[in-house]
């Protein structure tokens, strides 16, 4: 485990295997480092993998009161200890903060994003009180409430699924992480598809991943961020939903960004795919 600090003196904690172009992943919600380690084991022949807790989460510190702007701050002292520059994955709201990065200004050289959670109008709608209500469940300390609300409201898992992992030994595991889901629901916002001005502003290389059996708005969003940016390219991993799927993900990420450094190109990507 190595450690750097941020700008406002976070200790940030991070994973680093392989050898060669450095390449930092990003964890989605309710995540630390751990559910990215599996896919840098698969990625770790042919980059540099960098693997970070947010902070909040697993080894890494908090400092009060969280701004989207100290996120940012992490990835970006990540990407220094990595070199000062970097390709990016964001696994779900992973993605979303990586975007965030680029138009902030970070050195990212490339980019690969995961069914980042955006809603395009008309697929689903989140209540209009949905991060104050989230707010205010996490500061009661009713951690089991949060965690079904924001699986209920936000990953739109189904009454069964929720009863599911509620009674796994994944659900108490869960309660540490839940402090960060008010850190996600600022990154996120209203979570609405960004406005194409801004997504035009974002001009690197970037693949964008979805599932084939993932749900319908999941596949719109990513269908919609594929088309608006102006570098952006679509890759569908067929017989995949939601969940990460390493050995699926790698060879994908490997082929589009070991393609657009060798050529200068941007490159798009065999399967089950559809690009720009």
Known sequence: ??????????????????????LVLIEGALND???TLPLAAQLRAHFTVYSYDRRGRGASGDTLPYTV???????????????????VFGNCSGGVLAL??????????????????????GTRERPDDYTTHLNSLISAGRKGEALEFFMRFD?????????????????????ALVP???????LLGDSKMPP???LSSITVPTLVVDGENSNSWAKEAVR???????????????????????????PVMIQFFTGMASDGSTPTTSGTSATR
């Open 1 to 22: 485990m190595y450690r750097v600090s941020s700008a406002d003196g976070t200790v940030i904690a991070y994973d680093k295997v392989g050898d060669g172009p450095a």
């Open 33 to 35: 480092l751990a559910t």
């Open 69 to 87: 702007a100290r996120e940012i701050e992490d990835l970006g002292a990540v990407i220094d200890a990595a070199g000062g520059s970097a390709l």
């Open 100 to 121: 965030q990065g680029v138009a902030a200004g970070l050195n990212v050289t490339g980019l690969a994003l995961f069914e980042p959670p955006y809603i395009v109008a």
């Open 155 to 175: 990953v739109v898992l189904p009454d069964e699924h929720i009863a599911m992992i509620r009674n796994s030994p994944m659900w108490e595991a869960l309660h």
């Open 180 to 186: 960060s889901l008010n850190y996600d629901a600022a």
């Open 196 to 198: 194409t001005e801004w």
């Open 224 to 250: 919609v961020l594929a088309e608006v940016l102006p570098n952006g390219h679509r890759h569908t991993l067929a017989g995949h939903d939601h969940i990460l799927a390493p050995e699926a993900l790698a």
